[in-house]
């Protein structure tokens, strides 16, 4: 099963980006004086940090919404994401390392949370993408890692996307 790309959903979001970089660029456009002449140093450069890293991202969406690739793909082997930094780097995460799958809500986002046994195979893996900062808090109490998967640019929302990985893993079990 392969999940695509809304491109609604990215477009949305380009937009929304794009809205805050103009913000952004009438601000440092007044900071420097175009409108009435007084400079304020602070308020440029502020703005202009902001609006390069707000460029970045655009571009960043610009660029995926030509990628055609799936986000989340599930097969026979394990599930393969690319919807968080984490999942991507964690590559293909077997289902027989799934300990647990449930639904929770974080910073905003409802997300599927996998939780998945011998963090000593996938830690090695996620290191050499991420840095050390990335990687702390990503196992639980039990040494098990917690990986979330988030629906935000998928055809689907976060209930629609846990039930069908679970519904796919009970179909493959059998």
């Known amino acids: 099963m392969k999940l695509y790309r809304n491109r609604k959903k990215t477009l ?8 805050l970089f103009l913000v952004l660029l009438l601000a440092f456009l007044y900071s420097i004086g175009l ?9 440029a450069a502020a ?5 390069l890293i707000v460029a970045i991202v655009l571009l960043k969406i610009l660029f995926s919404l030509k990628d055609t690739s799936p ?9 393969k994401a690319r919807v968080t930094a984490l999942s991507k780097a964690a590559g293909l995460i077997y289902w027989k390392d799934v300990l ?12 599927v949370v996998v939780s998945v046994a011998r ?6 893996v996620i290191r050499k993408k991420l840095s050390a900062f990335m990687i702390d808090g990503i196992q639980d109490e039990r040494g098990n890692l917690q990986i979330c998967l988030t629906a935000s640019e998928l055809d689907m929302d976060a209930e629609a996307l846990f039930s069908s990985m679970t519904s796919f893993r ?4 059998r």
């Open 47 to 51: 703005t202009s940090v902001l609006g």
């Open 170 to 173: 009970k179909a493959i079990e």
């Open 119 to 124: 963090s000593d195979h996938y830690i090695p």
């Open 100 to 111: 647990d799958m449930v639904i929770e809500k974080r910073h905003g986002d409802m997300l």
């Open 35 to 43: 409108f009435d002449s007084v400079i304020s140093v602070k308020l």
């Open 12 to 19: 949305k979001l380009f937009f929304s980006f794009a809205g």
């Open 71 to 79: 986000l989340i793909e599930l097969n026979n082997d394990g599930i």
